[in-house]
């Protein structure tokens, strides 16, 4: 076609026009933000979230709900925790920020972590003090422990169980105790302390006591004092 032949240009001119009506929108196109996609929404609230949730010798797995139609209209996401102190494990809620005005929206997901957590290994009693050989390691879904579940060993050895367990049974903080290290109508050691100065004298307790614990003690002048255990059949107090 040789367009300076006139009968070209008449030819062209339609196409011309069409060309001229859809510039402005061609011009929009192109500018415009990426919108994000359901997939590539929940591909990138998966990914954040399993670098959340990471730990060492833990395996992460996250499950997000589909996004609903109102996130096709959510530029650049952003996904951020919402609250504070939100527990990564089980059902977890996810702020997404969208576009250049941060307008928020929320999102749904599940996080399995799967880590080492500690059972009995027998039937206890309550009152028993805990030691190496009655703890099992075991593995699985932390999601699915009780919220204070012990999962450092260290945290239950030595301690007092208050509570009869079954064998298998996942041990929790809120199960144990310090061990007593002084018990009612004990005689024990009182260590009056200060700037310069240091007594010890003898009184009897008039409660049982873990370490760090604060207790009533009764001297030998019949006074009655509170002091703080810090020992075996010894306890402080301060001036």
């Keep these: ?9 008449d030819a062209m001119a339609p196409c011309l026009q069409r060309c001229i009506r859809f510039l402005p929108m061609l011009v929009l196109m192109a500018g415009a933000p990426a919108l994000a996609s359901a997939p590539a929404l929940a591909e990138t ?14 395996q992460v797995r996250v499950t997000v709900a ?5 996130f096709t209209t959510c530029q650049n996401p952003r996904p951020f925790l919402p609250g ?13 920020r969208c ?5 928020v929206r929320y999102l749904q997901a599940r ?30 879904d932390l999601s699915e422990l009780p ?26 903080d809120r199960q144990l105790r310090q061990r007593n290290l002084v018990s009612r109508r004990q005689n024990v050691s009182v260590v009056a302390s200060g700037k310069g100065f240091r007594i010890a004298r003898e009184g009897e307790a008039l409660q049982d006591g873990a370490l760090g614990e604060r207790i009533r003690i009764r ?21």
């Design 1 to 9: 076609m040789n367009l300076h032949r006139p009968e070209d240009r």
């Design 45 to 58: 609230v998966r990914a954040f979230l399993e670098q959340a949730a990471a730990r060492p010798g833990e």
């Design 66 to 70: 589909a996004p609903d139609a109102a």
């Design 84 to 96: 504070h102190g939100q527990r990564l494990q089980g059902r977890v809620s996810v702020g997404i």
């Design 99 to 103: 576009g250049e005005h941060g307008r």
């Design 111 to 140: 996080v399995s972590v799967i880590g080492e957590y500690w059972v009995t290994r027998r039937a206890l009693d309550a009152g028993e003090v805990i030691g190496a050989g009655m703890l099992e390691r075991k593995q699985g």
């Design 147 to 172: 919220r204070h579940a012990i999962r450092d060993p260290d945290q239950a050895l030595g301690q007092v169980l208050t509570r009869p367990l079954a064998a298998n049974s996942v041990l929790s």
């Design 219 to 239: 001297m030998n002048n019949r006074q009655t004092l509170t002091a703080t255990v810090t020992g075996r059949g010894q306890v402080a107090v301060d001036y």
